[in-house]
């Protein structure tokens, strides 16, 4: 029986070892899963905006008068916003500031755009324009929320895999850490809203 207890502690350890081994990878798949899952939310959500864009740019060209330069503005920031992509597997910091970059150079766009339209009161009571303005809003506070919940699910994937002893599997099994969304640089001061028409 001697002559077997080294076999039979070894394969313990062999057996503990794989049993770890496999919870860690597991766990760390189903988590970044997850995160990956909320990201496309938080995309889907930046796409409904996008579409939104498309009417409320149409219902607004009907307005004769209405300033064509701040319109264009708005066209060509939409199609930056969608020129940018992320790859939902590897979010890297760089993506994510670029991503923010160019969604933030529309939200400014559309910003001037509602801002402007305060000068139409013919276009200001359009029904359309009304609601498209109100999906608008609602889909501003989507987005928010689906970027928070992306931050929510990242947050555990990443103590998983930065753990010990956990961190020593995610080095091998390449895992890497993923990038949290974070505001735009300067958005935590607060916007200068001027009404000066003149």
């Known amino acids: 029986m001697k002559k077997f207890l080294p076999w039979i502690i070894v394969a313990i350890l062999v057996l503990g070892i794989y049993s770890w081994a496999k919870g860690f990878n597991n766990t ?25 864009i498309g009417n409320l740019v149409k219902t607004v060209q009907g307005a004769a008068d209405f300033e064509k330069g701040t319109l264009q503005a708005v066209i060509e920031a939409r199609a930056k916003a969608t020129s940018v992509t992320i790859d939902p597997t590897n979010i890297t910091p760089e993506q994510l500031a ?34 498209l303005q109100s999906q608008l809003e609602g889909t501003e506070n989507r987005i928010n929320v689906a970027r928070d919940r992306f931050n929510e699910t990242v947050e555990p ?21 993923m990038s949290y969304f974070k505001a735009e640089a300067g958005s935590e001061k607060a916007p200068d809203v001027n009404f000066n028409f003149k």
């Open 28 to 52: 760390a798949v189903n988590l970044k899963e997850t995160a990956t899952k909320t990201w496309a939310n938080v995309e889907s959500s930046y796409q409904r905006r996008n579409d939104l």
């Open 98 to 131: 670029k991503f923010n970059e160019v969604q933030g150079g529309l939200s400014g766009a559309l910003k001037s755009l509602l801002v402007t339209v305060e000068r139409y009161p013919d276009l200001k009571a359009n029904q359309n324009f009304l609601e």
């Open 157 to 177: 994937y990443n103590k998983h895999i930065k753990t010990f002893p956990n961190s020593l599997l995610a080095g091998m099994l390449n895992f890497d850490d």
